[in-house]
């Protein structure tokens, strides 16, 4: 199984926080549907055949594309690709775009699945983050996709905002439970160089982000989404049973993706590719039939570190057997003495052929991932 994830450079405004690649110029958007069309075309024997069972809009902002749009893209991969039975699409959606009639006509083009970019349904929070939407909208557009049939609907919220609080964020979490979303994806705010806010924090504007706060914040997260029945299937990852996001966790399976769009990457289950993060670059090279990419080749130990760095933040853990037969990594030999602490400390457990942390594990995983590292 594989998938297909495309890339939709294009946003309304600017977050302060983002370091995604997109343009807030809009004037080449249908220029690039064409682009992409064309992509899908040029690239589609990079999955050799293998039956695509997720696809993804994201972005950017995908929801700015029209259904007409949207149907054009799914059209050319039903048209070119094996399509799995039952396959998830998902479509990244900002509130201020998911109209009533936006959502209809996104259900009626096969999109079933949609991550709503909510953030925060705090005012003050959303003015901080310079996001383009306000909480009615987030709430309003959340009821219309449910009235539109939307069963799968994932939102997204941000902690360790500074000058935030836990009320507030208890706050802000009862109202994402009050929507029961089938899945919730959080990450704490980061600070990235190429950004507004990694500008202001370089002047003194705003301060850094305080490590402690965003701990308790996400322990907070932790307690509030048990309580309520939502399982951590990832680090930042948590659904209602059966409804973990199937493209992200073919990432985190390290199973085949082609991406399609400026910066969108691509992985054949041997190496991967970068396309250029550059839309005037990119649209050029592909009106010239020519995908403007770069090629990163795997080494065996490159190929360990990632499988470990993405296995161990989920649910699945790692498969020794698979580390000591594909890639000569025996961690249960290698690795003994580390492993036994964190047995004995209770980060991690072995569960067949699986090494799996533990809830207290996963908020040292990238910590234990590195140090398990094959060097
Ligand atoms: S809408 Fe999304 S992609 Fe666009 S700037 Fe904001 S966070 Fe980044």
Redesign the pocket.
């Known amino acids: 199984m594989a998938g297909i994830y495309l890339h939709v450079p294009f ?1 309304k ?3 302060y ?2 370091d ?1 690649h ?1 343009s807030t110029n809009q004037k080449y958007v249908r220029e690039m549907v064409e682009a992409l069309c064309t992509e899908l075309k040029l690239q589609k024997d990079y999955l050799q055949q293998d039956p695509i069972s997720t696809i993804y809009f994201g ?3 995908p929801s700015l594309l029209t259904g007409e749009q949207l149907k054009k893209l799914l059209d050319i991969i039903k048209a070119n690709y094996v399509i799995a039975p039952s396959p998830e699409i998902t479509l990244e959606a ?1 509130p201020d775009d998911l109209t009533a009639e936006k959502l209809e006509i996104l259900y009626q083009t096969g999109v079933n699945r949609l991550s709503i ?1 909510i953030q925060s349904f705090n005012p003050a929070v959303l003015n901080y983050l310079n ?2 939407h306000s909480q009615q909208q987030a709430l309003k557009c959340f009821e219309d996709a449910r009235k539109s049939g939307f069963d799968n609907i994932s939102i997204d919220l941000i902690y360790a905002i500074p000058a935030d609080n836990h009320e507030n964020w208890h706050r802000d979490l009862d109202q994402a439970l009050a929507l029961q979303p089938e899945h919730i994806s959080s990450y704490s705010l980061t600070i990235e160089p190429r950004t507004t806010f990694g500008t202001w924090l370089l002047k003194g504007n705003i301060p850094p982000i305080d490590e402690e706060f965003s701990a308790a914040q996400f322990e907070i997260l932790l307690e509030r989404l048990s309580h309520s029945g939502y399982e951590q299937y990832e680090v930042s990852n948590f659904c209602r049973p059966g409804y973990h996001s199937r493209h992200n966790s073919g990432y985190w399976k390290q199973e085949k993706y082609l991406g399609i769009g400026p910066s969108a990457h691509s992985y054949d289950g041997v190496n991967r590719r970068f396309n250029i993060s550059h839309n005037p670059k990119y649209l050029k090279a592909i009106a010239h039939s020519e995908i403007p990419y770069e090629a990163d080749i795997l080494t065996n130990e490159d190929r360990i570190n990632e499988y470990l760095l993405t296995t161990l933040r989920t649910k699945w853990g790692a498969n020794l057997e698979k580390l000591k037969n594909e890639w000569s990594y025996d961690l249960l030999a290698d690795q003994r003495e580390y492993l036994d602490r964190l047995l004995t400390k209770s980060y991690a457990i072995i569960d067949g052929k699986h090494l799996k942390l533990t809830r207290s594990g996963l908020l040292l995983a990238d910590k234990i991932s590195s140090d398990l590292f094959k060097i």
Do not use: K, L, V
Request: with cysteine; glycine share 20%; charged share 5%.
């Open positions: 946003c405004q600017a977050c926080y983002c995604f997109f972005g950017g902002t900002n970019g996001r383009a």
